[in-house]
């Protein structure tokens, strides 16, 4: 039976992955996030010229919808390999992130609906 997937496994993965063929002197958090932007652009390359409605239906094509999750798994792989350089914890961050944004964007009162 696999291990069920975990953000801490798969960066024990990658990291795994990286050691195995000697890229840790490369994955400085320069390189990493240098390489984050471009994964991250070859996303959007995707949706470039999309209308609206497109982007909307882009997993209906099969074609599209396999760069698409392709291009997802390359933005997370990096941005996982540059926390794990970091020391950042990805989903405390993110949490953090979430407690801030609550407090400087409260929620409408029910006079702000309309």
């Known amino acids: 039976m696999t291990e069920p997937l975990d953000l801490a496994r798969l960066q024990r993965r990658l990291a795994e992955f990286a050691a195995a063929r000697d890229w840790q002197p490369y994955h400085t958090p320069k390189n990493l996030v240098a390489a984050l932007s471009v994964e991250a652009s070859e996303l959007v390359e995707i949706f470039q010229w999309l209308t ?53 964007f409260p929620r409408p009162g029910p006079e702000e609906h309309g």
Do not use: W
Not at 54 to 68: I, N, Q, T
């Open 52 to 104: 609206p409605e497109e982007s909307s239906r882009v997993m209906e094509d099969p074609e599209r919808a396999h760069r698409v999750t392709d291009e997802v798994a390359d933005v997370l792989a990096y941005l996982l390999q540059f926390c794990d350089v970091l020391g950042v914890d990805p989903l405390a961050a993110l949490d953090a992130k979430i407690d801030r944004n609550e407090l400087r």
